[in-house]
């Protein structure tokens, strides 16, 4: 939706700060592309990832179930804005599925059905003079939601490390991966060694959960 | 659950250390509990408010439902730890219902069915080897869950200032509000003035949604 | 040095999906100036202001004295990028002057005087091998440094109330206020009521520290 | 200086909660301390380590160098109280002397004559009547300092990853192994790998200008 304009320069010329006398208003329009790589390669290669704060994303995640967005705000170094259920009407009750309910018909059907009864049974409620706000006691996680959420690169990083993991739950890492693919294509020096755990740093931290893609190795042994 | 011991102490030794040369090591045994009180309320008079983030406290909140700790988590200034869904069982799908709800005979028959429907629902899915995961899309709002909190005593005056609040949804509400009973429990020098905006601040913020409890004035007029 | 683009568009479209069911993708292109002014008028009247952490400014300070650094490194809610002191040439050690020292001809002598030993004994403690880290312990609050600060506007807003009061030190309020021009022609709907808190609030919490411009009042009374 | 009272009986009934129906009051005072060590080791292991952000540790850092401060309070995720400079008398401006400096009696001379030069500088400064605050301008970075921190254990030990390391400025270092010291006697099951990146992860982040106590290994190679 919007990204501080230019990222990479902004964080290199912070970079830069920290190492010389000249102030970044002078280096940051005097940076190559070339030397933007190589302060970053640098910088990020010792572990001084606080320069990538400087560049902040703004998503407008869309669709996704309230069980996804209960585990996107709980990342508490970011800004949220989402939908209140306090004024959502009943027409828009459409839910997320999920694929493996999706794929078997028995299932599907079943969900489907509660799904009606649930939204039948809210505007019921609603008719019977309950609060919007204590109606939707009643609705399902599966409820769409939106959500606009700003974070820095460093955050974002974090956050692809846990979201991006295949034992992470499906709907987040959709969205993880989605946002992964944003950020790659606006800032491709400082994204790309991210993405889960195994990809960016080697190892996977998940023991005998792991999915297997890599070996595991335990935390320091 | 568990606070900073002696709470009131460690954070009036952290303010004299702004103003004198003497380290927090020697003032903490040595002050008296009136001069505790004297130099909180001048500090927070000046609105110095920072030296109280040094007091800090844990609550297990129990028994509510997800919609209340979906506004909980978003006070980002805290630490949460919350019972996950991928280990529920369906026995314990007790929800929470609303007073509004509670009251009305033809709404509460109505949602108490919802929910046993919903239940079933949720049984056959799994039944038919739908993950924990998934089948948890179709549980509503209304599903109780624990959650740890700890927060610091500057983050839990500004979270009372909004969740004591008439406005505040009742749940939250009352949470809050027991939470507040708590904190002027065991440290009533920090807490005295605690409670919605219009206790601690004398003004109402909410205009023309106010609760009329006092005189409304906007900011600044 | 950098700015969230149109960062009232962001923030504004952000505002409207806590309210309707639209996505903020839709709504960004679509709004008007002065649909992005009723907004946000709206919004932050009611004190929901978390919606204007969306936008975020990034400032290149240069040439302040680490004092003020060291005051400015305290609102956490923020990234810094800070010159090092490993890396400090004593050519570039021409210190800060405050205006109280500059304005008395016998206080600037000394002051000057102080500075000139101050960097030949940098120099020669540097020349008998001691560590840069080390031989900078020497050096006076007055150095001067740069810092590359990222901040949202919603702790901008915070920053701008206790930094541009009359009662902080000078050289941050100078910066403040310049950040504040800046913002102000960058975000007018935004910032038009920021300040100090007797400028945005219409009241002063300083007490019998008041400067005076308004009548004092204390909290709640 | 004060902890939250049975941090690992805190943060292990904590983290229960996430995987079982009982809430936090209940299991709090059932566990064993052979139970709290096992779950605590199993959460930690997954990487789960939000949990220990429940314990928080407040330390009175005392008679540190204001270059010392500078650096710690660049870590946002704590709260902190330090002696303000406005409010210093000259007779307790006693400098920090770095360990180099000390052993090298020609640096040392230089460097107690440069103190004792600056002190009567900035009392003759007051007497001419310049402020306290702007007369601080030519105290040096070595003046001593008091500061009150408080942590959680999730900070403390990223904290230590840093700053416990070789590669950090020695005083602050010095400050690091002791708070670990102290961290390590309270709740030895939370700390019992912390330390430097090479201890806690058994890699080293500094490529080129690691200190070789083990074989250095980039990210993700």
């Not at 280096?27 to 704060?53: P, Q």
């Not at 493996?100 to 018909?105: A, I, L, Q, R």
Request: hydrophobic letters at 35%; charged letters at 25%.
């Amino acid at each position: 939706m919007s990204h501080t304009p230019d990222p990479e320069r902004v964080c290199a010329a912070a970079a830069l700060t920290s190492y010389w006398y000249k102030g970044a208003s002078e280096t940051y329009d005097a940076l190559t592309e070339e030397e933007i790589g190589n302060i970053l390669d640098k910088v990020m290669g010792y572990g001084h990832v606080s320069v990538i704060e400087h560049a902040k994303f703004t998503f407008s995640i869309e669709d996704v179930s309230r069980a996804c967005t209960h585990q996107l705000v709980r990342h508490r170094v970011a800004s949220y804005t989402q939908q209140s259920q306090r004024y959502v009407k009943v027409e828009e009750l459409e839910p997320v599925i999920p694929p493996t309910v999706k794929s078997d018909p028995d299932a599907l059907r079943l969900y489907n059905d509660a799904v009606e009864n649930i939204k039948a049974v809210y505007s019921k409620l609603v008719d019977l003079g309950i609060p919007n706000e204590d109606a939707r006691f009643i609705l399902p996680n599966a409820t769409r939601t939106n959500i606009v959420v700003t974070m820095n690169a460093r955050e974002l990083r974090h956050f692809f490390k846990f979201r991006c993991c295949e034992r992470a739950q499906w709907e987040i890492r959709e969205v993880a991966n989605r946002m992964l693919d944003i950020c790659k294509s606006v800032a491709p020096k400082i994204f790309k060694r991210a993405g889960p755990t195994c990809v960016c740093e080697g190892r996977c931290p998940e023991g005998d959960l792991s999915c297997g893609r890599i070996k595991v190795s335990s935390n320091g042994s």
